[in-house]
């Protein structure tokens, strides 16, 4: 099965627990922030100035998928605010990067303002762009 399959299968079969920004006014793309994880689900509230609870849920929960929905590209480059979560193959560890650092490392500029779906999981990164007028997902692996 492909891994956008897998990962539908997985949202449909688990509750979501969303990570929610408090600074939702000003980050308002990133109330579609979800964490889907197969065994153990719970709610968390990410500030925009702190990951310290989001990094604890990581490190309990190490291959938990990070799943960003919706996100406007470009607004999301320009906002240095906004971190992009990836994983190490190492349990507890965790490097967050910069959204400008994320689309020079995997050339997400080609998207454009096009709504895409970053898709993080411990190996490797799945970029999903939604074709306009198309209701099929595109998968990229880089």
Known sequence: MP????????????????????DIENYPHMKSMHVLESHVLSRFVLSTN???SLHQALVLNPKCTLYLGSVNCEHA??????????????NEQLFIENWSDVLEKYGMEQFGKERILIVLNAHKVHIVRCDKGEEHMVVDEK
């Open 77 to 90: 480059a320009i906002s240095g605010s906004v971190k992009l979560l990836n994983f190490t193959q190492q």
């Open 3 to 22: 891994y956008w399959d897998r990962l539908k299968v997985l949202a449909q079969k688990y509750p979501v627990a969303t990570i929610c920004y408090e």
């Open 50 to 52: 702190s990951n310290s």
